[in-house]
């Protein structure tokens, strides 16, 4: 395993945190948004090894405010990317990284009244960013 650098783990953790981001705006409102808040938290606190390293070390990440689509537009290409340093410098911290990112997607959906129409399209969306190229 290659060692990441900071902008790696920069676009790492912008991604993941953005992904749940996205999945939290689907379904908007201040109950949803702290039940989602908690469910993100145990979520990413269940990961391990390299992957954990990179989503609770360092400052939170910053995403554009100016709309869903522009953070959308920042987050999608950013799971690729981020499977693809993955892939390259830690190939074993790829399929963790994917099941922390989906995982914590999940629980966030789930965490108030379950998963909305909105909420799994979002989803199905962060998914193909995180498949792995042929």
């Keep these: 395993m290659e060692r990441l650098t900071d902008e790696e783990k920069t676009t ?3 991604a993941a945190f953005g992904a749940v981001f996205l ?14 808040s908690f469910a993100a ?11 954990k390293e990179v989503l609770t070390t360092g400052a939170l990440p910053s995403l554009p405010r100016r709309s869903s689509t522009a953070v959308e537009a920042t987050v999608l290409p950013g799971l690729r990317r981020a499977v693809e340093i993955l892939r390259d410098k830690a190939p074993e911290e790829v399929e963790p990284y994917r099941q ?5 997607a999940d629980a966030v959906a ?14 199905a969306r962060i998914t193909d960013a995180l498949a792995l190229p042929d």
Aim: proline share 2%; aromatic share 2%; net charge negative.
């Design 12 to 14: 790492l953790k912008t």
């Design 23 to 36: 999945v939290s705006d689907a379904d908007p409102g201040l109950f949803a948004m702290i039940k989602e």
């Design 41 to 51: 938290s145990g979520a990413i606190a269940d990961t391990s090894g390299l992957v």
């Design 100 to 104: 922390a990112v989906l995982g914590t």
């Design 110 to 123: 789930r965490a108030h009244r379950g998963v909305h129409a909105a909420e799994a399209a979002v989803i």
